[in-house]
């Protein structure tokens, strides 16, 4: 009877140890949430700034070469089709620097659309680019037109009118899928395929866009995307995000059920894994200001503590304040495990006219 009595309160002390710990465990997690990215964000000089005369300079990844130099993978438009022919005409170009916040020189149009017979007819757009276990993979979003010929009025009007659910651009919005180009060399060739790397599925719906890797401590690989929310009416649109898990960057990608952002407005995310902090982070825009989630799984996320990072504006090392009419396609670049350079998409509208320029501003180091 004593051994009995023994064993059951050693068996109480064990589960209480256990749950101390793991409370513990919990609360370690949640202190570990301090990343204030905007404290880390600087002023920025002209050097920071990427235009192109002929081009919308838009979003970028940077990554380190063999060379010592620096490579910028960013998304360009004809200045000649209009801002929104990112749907149609959207390439990714390659520029150089010896720094990560530039000056940039372009050397190289990297990918354009296929053309007719291919999934990825119209438009690169959207591209983030990785280096995994010594190859690249530049992932980017497409579209195309089905069985539809478009005749030269019908592109002009994609390019040009805005989105309504039963016109041309509508069709072309839905066309959107998540494709990867492969490459051994920094400089190419690289290597299309036939399909996108998944379609749509709950719990997104309609079409995939905004994608963004990274590598997952235990193994493997995560992805984020943005698509629809799928209980909306046919003629609103609600943008959510998901995750997908693979082992390998070309796949397969797993589908998660769980939603990252759902009820709520929000798009290019930007994921990265914080191995100091035993977090991951997914900066992205709202169409007002930046904001922050984290999680510690890459499957349930939450607000982080400094959840706001931006409003729609920057700081120049002139002291000056300058307000932007967008502010978008954030991107993180790592450095030896430390974020260094927030990278963005800054369109400006001043008399009328649209401009845009890639931006990068450093980030102090904690």
């Not at 990297?110 to 990785?130: I, N, S």
């Not at 993180?332 to 430390?338: C, L, Q, S």
């Amino acid at each position: 009877m004593m051994n009995r009595k023994l064993i059951r309160s050693q068996n109480i002390f064990l589960c209480f140890t256990i749950t101390l710990f793991l409370l513990s465990l919990s609360v370690k997690a949640q202190d570990s949430d301090d990343y204030n990215l905007t404290n880390a964000l600087q002023e920025v000089s002209e050097e920071n700034i990427f235009r192109d005369k002929d081009y919308f300079n838009w979003g970028s990844t940077i990554i380190k070469g063999e060379d010592g130099k620096y490579h910028l993978f960013y998304d360009q438009m004809p200045k000649k089709h209009s801002f929104y022919s990112w749907l149609t005409d959207g390439i990714v170009s390659r520029a150089v620097s010896d720094s990560p916040t530039g000056p940039w020189t372009k050397v190289q149009e990297v990918l354009k659309a296929r053309g007719h017979g291919f999934w990825d007819q119209y438009t690169v757009h959207c591209t983030k680019t990785y280096k995994f276990n010594g190859k690249y993979y530049l992932y980017y979003m497409s579209t195309n037109s089905g069985n539809l010929d478009l005749t030269p009025e019908q592109l002009e009007e994609i390019r040009r009118q805005p989105w309504k659910h039963d016109n041309l651009r509508g069709m072309m919005r839905l066309n959107q899928r998540i494709g990867v180009a492969v490459a051994d060399n920094i400089e190419g060739p690289w290597k299309r395929f036939d399909s996108p790397l998944f379609e749509p599925q709950l719990p997104i719906a309609n079409q995939s866009n905004n994608v963004t890797v990274t590598k997952r401590p235990e193994g493997g690989y995560l992805m984020i995307i943005r698509g629809d929310q799928p209980d909306q009416a046919f003629d609103k649109i609600v943008r959510m995000q998901a995750v997908l898990l693979a082992d390998n960057p070309l796949g397969p990608w797993k589908m998660q059920a769980k939603p990252v952002v759902i009820n709520y407005n929000a798009e290019d995310p930007e994921v990265w894994y914080d191995a100091d902090r035993k977090r991951y982070y997914n900066l992205y825009h709202a169409f007002g200001y930046m904001g922050m989630i984290t999680s510690t799984d890459g499957l349930n996320w939450e607000r982080a503590k400094h959840y706001k990072v931006a409003d729609k504006e920057y700081k120049t090392t002139g002291g000056k304040t300058v307000p932007v009419h967008r502010f978008e396609r954030m991107g993180i670049y790592i450095e030896n495990g430390k974020p260094l350079v927030m990278t963005a998409g800054v369109l400006t509208k001043e008399g009328g006219v649209i401009d845009t320029y890639s931006l990068f501003i450093p980030l102090k180091q904690d």
